[in-house]
């Protein structure tokens, strides 16, 4: 069973910088789509960006071309920079993997995962 234990939340200004990690363990092999979503109170979880296995990243409108997802598939950790922050921002933000392709999809948003991280805290002041 995958572990996904991420860090880099914290604390911001607007306009400011935080880069999220997430290290996926438990495997001697790449995960073939792992992703970063957030969620707020009350809303549904927010698919960010995603990304295959030796593929290129794609995003949710609202963070495209503030936010870049990047991962090291040797060590299967992902990294979300994100730059230009706003309040809107804050959120919990969760990594997810699928390993293997469980749900039998493309790495695209929507889509489903069946390992999750904690969540780490992103917090953005105006």
């Known amino acids: 069973q995958v572990q996904l234990v991420e860090s880099g939340g914290g604390s911001v200004q607007s306009g400011g910088s935080l880069r999220l990690s997430c290290t996926a363990s438990g495997l001697d092999y790449s995960v073939y789509c792992m992703a970063w979503f957030r969620q707020v109170p009350g809303k549904e979880r927010e698919g960010v960006a995603i990304?295959?296995?030796?593929?290129?990243?794609t995003y949710a409108d609202s963070v495209k071309g503030r936010f870049t997802l990047s991962r090291a598939d040797a060590t299967n950790t992902l990294y979300l920079q994100m730059s230009s922050l706003k309040p809107e921002d804050t959120a919990v933000y969760y990594c997810?993997?699928?390993?293997?392709?469980?749900?039998?999809?493309?790495?695209?948003?929507?889509?489903?995962?069946?390992?999750w991280g904690q969540g780490t805290q992103v917090t953005v002041s105006s």
């Open positions: 990304i295959e296995a030796g593929g290129s990243a």
């Open positions: 997810a993997a699928d390993p293997d392709n469980e749900y039998d999809r493309p790495c695209v948003l929507p889509r489903g995962f069946n390992s």
